[in-house]
């Protein structure tokens, strides 16, 4: 039988919803598209500066200080930014988050278009790299999602394991507790989570397993005991 990530509660899973994205993401068919609909709603606009947690932000929650050479140049007035110039600094972020999960994660392209989105909005909030310093597990599991065949129930648990790191901080004694992520942003962090294994058809994809022998219906069980 398919060993199971620790954690995962299988039968609370068959419930995922199945190809309908989530409140704010609505698949497009174009990744891209989707990712800057889903950071629009998400962020909101603003034209002038404001307070973003002790640093100034402006436009979609773009960090003034952190804004890139190529991205500070498509704003006229960092005092008076229009909606075009954000919208094009969007796109631009966008394109570059994309590019930093596909170097990041083998065959990120072909993984199911929320969880593409979800990983994109959570590294646009958090910061790229603050993933790869900060959240080594949930990592992990993305790269053992990239790594299994598409649509497989190995690449269900990866991400259903990244789901979990998504939320929790897991203590040696298995003690967890949220993540600050979870705690400072709840309804976007859970969102995003949810949104990892948004397009798995659950019923369907352990009803296959188990034809195949991957999966036994003692595995349902004991998973669903331990969560």
């Given at each position: 039988?398919?060993?199971?990530?620790?954690?995962?509660?299988?039968?609370?899973?068959?419930?995922?919803?199945?190809?309908?994205?989530t409140?704010?993401?609505?698949?497009?068919?174009?990744?891209?598209?989707?990712?800057?609909?889903?950071?629009?709603?998400?962020?909101?606009?603003?034209?002038?500066?404001?307070?973003?947690?002790?640093?100034?932000?402006?436009?979609?929650?773009?960090?003034?200080?952190?804004?890139?050479?190529?991205?500070?140049?498509?704003?006229?007035?960092?005092?008076?930014?229009?909606?075009?110039?954000?919208?094009?600094?969007?796109?631009?972020?966008?394109?570059?988050?994309?590019?930093?999960?596909?170097?990041?994660?083998?065959?990120?392209?072909?993984?199911?278009?929320t969880?593409?989105?979800?990983?994109?909005?959570?590294?646009?909030?958090?910061?790229?790299?603050?993933?790869?310093?900060?959240?080594?597990?949930?990592?992990?599991?993305?790269?053992?999602?990239?790594?299994?065949?598409?649509?497989?129930?190995?690449?269900?648990?990866?991400?259903?394991?990244?789901r979990?790191?998504?939320?929790?901080?897991?203590?040696?004694?298995?003690?967890?507790?949220?993540?600050?992520?979870?705690?400072?942003?709840?309804?976007?962090?859970?969102?995003?989570?949810d949104?990892?294994?948004?397009?798995?058809?659950?019923?369907?994809?352990?009803?296959?397993?188990?034809?195949?022998?991957?999966?036994?219906?003692?595995?349902?069980?004991?998973?669903?005991?331990?969560?």
């Amino acid at each position: 039988a398919l060993e199971m990530p620790e954690g995962t509660n299988v039968a609370m899973l068959e419930d995922a919803p199945v190809g309908n994205g989530t409140e704010n993401i609505k698949p497009t068919g174009n990744v891209t598209e989707t990712a800057i609909k889903t950071l629009v709603s998400q962020e909101g606009f603003e034209s002038e500066p404001y307070d973003d947690m002790g640093s100034e932000s402006v436009g979609y929650g773009f960090q003034i200080a952190s804004l890139e050479p190529d991205e500070r140049a498509l704003i006229k007035d960092i005092n008076n930014v229009t909606q075009a110039e954000a919208d094009a600094v969007l796109r631009l972020k966008t394109q570059k988050a994309e590019t930093w999960w596909t170097g990041e994660v083998e065959n990120f392209s072909t993984l199911p278009e929320t969880t593409q989105v979800a990983a994109i909005s959570m590294g646009y909030q958090l910061g790229l790299p603050n993933l790869t310093e900060e959240w080594p597990k949930f990592m992990d599991a993305m790269k053992r999602a990239g790594e299994s065949a598409q649509g497989s129930l190995e690449q269900f648990t990866a991400l259903a394991e990244a789901r979990f790191h998504m939320l929790y901080n897991e203590a040696a004694d298995g003690a967890t507790k949220l993540t600050k992520w979870a705690t400072q942003t709840k309804d976007r962090a859970f969102e995003m989570a949810d949104a990892m294994i948004a397009d798995f058809d659950m019923p369907s994809l352990i009803g296959n397993a188990m034809a195949d022998e991957q999966f036994t219906a003692s595995d349902i069980d004991m998973v669903s005991e331990e969560g």
